[in-house]
């Protein structure tokens, strides 16, 4: 069964402070792996996707990074601001014709002042 | 440019009455989803479709229905409303790429 993990479930930090989100998947045949981010009361938005080629990848103050021998992914926040408390989704799509993508349960951030 | 809108935004029903969730998007997407997303459990499939005119299960599909007459709207109906039925309800659209695009909510309380 394909199945995404994300640790950790809660994080808090100060602002400024970077931090890094994991997401382990067990997907096959793997296709690509997004990051969503979900402010409260909104619905997700793509920040960013990994194919299996790709290790690195950045958006602004996001960097995301993916081993796909070990079937790991990470998502760094760096210089965190009160804007990016928010839930952090794993998204991880198989290739082959596969419609449904596979959800990690997402990381809550919570940035104070 | 809208994007995916979902309609009414917020919705009390009472046990046992019906409602249906509209999901209208406008950027031509074949495949289309229903989501629900409750605490600690993250969005959860309840049904999709894969083109106008076609619906399949997802991972709840039970106590709903869902319609795609046309290819831009996608439609979940509750027969008979219940409390465990209590989420917040996502509709999503898919792009070529695979980059889902997610309407606000839809918010519903079943007392």
């Known amino acids: 069964k394909n199945q995404v993990e994300q640790s950790p479930q809660s994080l808090i930090i100060l602002e400024g402070k970077n931090c890094t989100l994991q997401?382990?998947?067990?997907?096959?045949?793997?296709?690509?792996l997004r990051w969503y981010k979900q402010d409260t009361g909104r619905g997700p938005v793509s920040l960013t996707i990994?194919?299996?080629?790709?290790n690195t990848k950045s958006n602004g103050r996001y960097t995301a990074t993916l081993d796909a021998d070990t079937k790991q992914s990470s998502l760094h926040i760096t210089a965190s601001q009160l804007s990016d408390s928010a839930s952090y989704i794993c998204?991880?799509?198989?290739?082959?014709?596969?419609?449904?993508?596979?959800f990690g349960r997402g990381t809550s951030l919570i940035v104070h002042p | 440019n809208a994007g995916v809108t979902q309609t009414p935004k917020f919705r009390v029903l009472k046990t046992g009455q019906s409602m249906t969730l509209l999901c209208a998007q406008d950027m031509n997407h074949e495949y289309m989803y229903w989501y629900r997303q409750d605490p600690g459990m993250g969005l959860r499939l309840i049904h999709y479709?894969?083109?106008?005119?076609?619906?399949a299960k997802g991972e709840v599909p039970d106590g709903y229905n869902v319609s795609r007459l046309k290819k831009q709207n996608f439609l979940l109906g509750l027969e008979s409303a219940a409390p465990s039925q209590t989420s917040v309800y996502f509709c999503?659209?898919?792009?070529?790429?695979?980059?889902?695009?997610f309407g606000e909510g839809s918010r519903l309380t079943v007392l």
């Open positions: 997401c382990n998947y067990t997907v096959s045949p793997f296709s690509n």
């Open positions: 479709s894969v083109g106008e005119g076609t619906t």
């Open positions: 999503a659209s898919r792009s070529l790429s695979g980059e889902l695009f």
């Open positions: 990994m194919t299996f080629s790709e």
């Open positions: 998204v991880v799509s198989a290739s082959g014709g596969s419609y449904i993508p596979t």
